[in-house]
């Protein structure tokens, strides 16, 4: 059923899942403004209701929460350092992170939806400057039909500008050329010794094998990568771990350090629902 309907999901356009994602979430967001008297917040922020967030599922804040710990525990980030976040969306990774970044640090995030980096300005940015939020017209399409390509993107950023940064379910939604790109890009912008997270379906066979059947089960397959759909091409977007690790030494990352996921219902212990890749 959970195939079924994303499947009808996408048979929108971009700005049309949005409406309607808005109209079937409109009794939620309803309970969600009666039960806490508005808007809930955190840190003073208010947060966005259920429909109108557009990335990723699950609770909004929870899994902001959850990986914050995971920037520190896997990529080891502290409060004073710099930071970039590749696909800010609305907000759910840089929340979490304003009672933890310290100023002079500073928090940097770029986005392809403009309506969503408007709406971090006016709610993060305007209570924390040193959180900055930036519009980049590419082309992707399950967010935007319009704009330029992330394979020949350049990052806005000087190089060795952060020490940290992370893509968390941004890799899930592009093509090869493109994560190529910004693991050359990500790696550019870093200082020595810099690390980036990033979230990722690795296909392995027994990722393949443990998801059939399941509501993430990849079944469209071109070349070596695999897609859940075979018309949006940004509706999840499997790789092989050999040849992320292949591109990584291929763009100047020393390490790439593996965190399986639960995604594919695979057996042993698991990080967090996506796989995630520490480059260093």
């Not at 912008?189 to 993430?216: H, I, M, N, Q, W």
Request: hydrophobic fraction near 40%.
């Amino acid at each position: 059923m959970k195939r079924f309907l994303r499947g009808l999901f996408y048979a929108f356009g971009p700005r049309a899942r949005r409406v309607v994602r808005r109209l079937a979430f409109a009794p939620v967001d309803a309970w969600t403004l009666l039960r806490h008297g508005g808007r809930p917040r955190y840190n003073g922020i208010p947060l966005p209701l259920p429909g109108e967030i557009f990335t990723g599922g699950g609770d909004f804040l929870e899994n902001g929460l959850l990986f914050k710990q995971h920037f520190q525990t896997l990529g080891h980030l502290k409060p004073h350092e710099s930071v970039l976040d590749i696909g800010s969306g609305l907000g759910r990774m840089a929340i979490p992170l304003t009672d933890f970044l310290q100023a002079p640090a500073e928090y940097h995030g770029f986005d392809v939806v403009a309506s969503a980096v408007e709406d971090c300005q006016q709610r993060i940015h305007s209570r924390f400057p040193h959180f900055h939020f930036r519009h980049v017209s590419l082309v992707n399409d399950l967010y935007t039909l319009e704009g330029g390509s992330a394979d020949t993107f350049t990052f806005p950023y000087t190089d060795d500008r952060f020490d940290f940064a992370w893509a968390t379910s941004v890799f899930t939604h592009m093509e090869r050329a493109e994560v190529q790109n910004y693991l050359r890009e990500a790696r550019r912008v870093l200082k020595p010794g810099g690390r980036f997270l990033a979230t990722f379906f690795l296909t392995d066979e027994e990722a393949l094998t443990s998801a059939k059947g399941g509501a993430y089960e990849f079944h469209v397959q071109r070349g070596e990568d695999w897609y859940m759909s075979a018309d949006v091409k940004g509706a999840n977007v499997g790789f092989t771990p050999e040849n992320v690790q292949q591109w990584a030494v291929e763009a100047g990352w020393s390490e790439a350090h593996i965190h399986v996921g639960r995604w594919s219902g695979r057996s042993g212990a698991t990080t967090d629902f996506q796989d995630i890749v520490v480059f260093s």
